[in-house]
């Protein structure tokens, strides 16, 4: 998991949440992590996609269950997403729900993340992921590099 922001609040129009990322090794991105409401029990209704350029490579809705928690929610593509090195991709989101929502602040342009790779023999050996974030012009309900909505990219090596 990449946890990319810090927490606070934010509104749903119906916009999209994007931000564009590349790594520097092959990763498998299986869904995204994501704020739910900042007040009360509540719902929102998620669209979800991810795309190299223009081309979607998965898409998915789901039903964001929020329980008034800080924490980021977890959402899951049907599939996961094979992501090569050094070629850009953008996580995006739509919410749809009538409360505010914790957002992110903070955010990274890189974040390093250790996993663990596969046992070849006795010997478990960590490697890392590199993360690196920029803007997309995709997003038109304020996330971005420096805070918004898509904290967490879930993914496996």
Known sequence: ???????NQWRYRGRCDSIQFLVDRR??????????????????????????????LESGKAV???????????VYFDHPVQIEPEVKHTASIIMEGKDLSFFGQEGMTEVAVAVEKERTSDDEENTTVNFYFTPSPDSKNGTGVQGGQIPIIAFYA
């Open 27 to 56: 990763i498998y991105v299986a869904g995204y992590g994501l704020y739910g409401s900042s007040e009360r029990t509540s719902q929102y209704n998620i669209k979800m996609e991810l795309k190299r350029d223009d081309k979607v």
């Open 64 to 74: 964001l269950a929020s329980t008034g928690c800080s924490e980021p929610i977890l």
């Open 1 to 7: 998991l990449v946890n990319v922001y810090r927490t």
